[in-house]
């Protein structure tokens, strides 16, 4: 069965700190998908990210980038400089032919950026 | 703005009554998906529509249905309301392959009274 895991339910670090929000998953997949979510305060959920299973190269956007490795089911989420506008609730997320292609939810992680 | 619209925003109703909620998906998106968030439960999937036919379930109760019309807009209807039925609820949609991202529009607060 697939799995997401989030085990930090709540981050809170000062501005312009790097902060990374870890997720590990479970899955007897060889080709799965897994994704990043961003829900504000304001309550949408915002797409940031998707990666498929043979892509491990790391993906940086902005001050946000992503850590792929397979050898540790990991994809781990990398703020760096944080700001105000980062708090939100991050959610990784995984699909594969095991869940027909649904979205497996972490709990997500909460993260506070205080001024 | 992801281009998956949801109305309305905010719905306030009394328990035993019935509500309809309203998804428009991206343009060219077949596949819409219904999910609900609670403070105690997580993101729950409910049911996803492609081009029109159910194509999977998931913790939805029988005391709710949804559909997906010929212009490919899709309603969750939610009938004898409950308290434990006060969520947000989001559509998603995504294109042909399953495999594809999900964009989720931005919610509709169900409260109920």
């Known amino acids: 069965a697939q799995k997401v895991t989030q085990a930090q339910t709540e981050i809170s670090v000062v501005e312009k700190e790097d902060v990374t929000l870890d997720c590990v998953y479970e899955?007897?997949?060889?080709?799965?998908?897994l994704f990043w979510y961003k829900q504000p305060p304001s309550g949408e959920l915002v797409f940031l990210i998707r990666?498929?299973?043979?892509d491990e190269q790391n993906e940086i956007s902005g001050r946000y980038s992503w850590n792929f490795q397979k050898s540790t089911s990991s994809f781990n989420f990398t703020i760096t400089a944080s700001q105000v506008v980062d708090s939100a609730v991050y959610f990784c997320?995984?699909?594969?032919?095991?869940?027909?292609?649904?979205?497996?939810w972490g709990a997500g992680t909460k993260l506070i950026i205080k001024p | 703005d992801s281009g998956v619209t949801q109305t309305p925003k905010h719905l306030i109703t009394a328990t035993g009554q019935r509500v309809t909620l309203r998804c428009s998906p991206r343009?060219?998106?077949?596949?819409v998906y219904w999910y609900q968030q609670s403070l105690d439960q997580g993101l729950q999937f409910l049911i996803q529509?492609?081009?029109?036919?159910?194509?999977a379930k998931g913790n939805i109760l029988e005391r709710f249905s949804a559909q997906q019309f010929p212009d490919l807009h899709s309603e969750l209807n939610l009938s004898s309301l409950e308290l434990g039925d006060s969520a947000l609820y989001f559509c998603?949609?995504?294109?042909?392959?399953?495999?594809?991202?999900?964009?989720f529009g931005p919610g509709t607060r169900l409260l109920v009274l």
């Open positions: 998603a949609s995504s294109g042909q392959n399953p495999e594809e991202t999900q964009y």
């Open positions: 343009s060219g998106d077949l596949s």
């Open positions: 529509y492609y081009n029109g036919e159910e194509r």
């Open positions: 899955t007897r997949d060889t080709t799965y998908y």
């Open positions: 990666r498929n299973s043979f």
């Open positions: 997320a995984l699909s594969g032919m095991d869940s027909n292609y649904q979205l497996i």
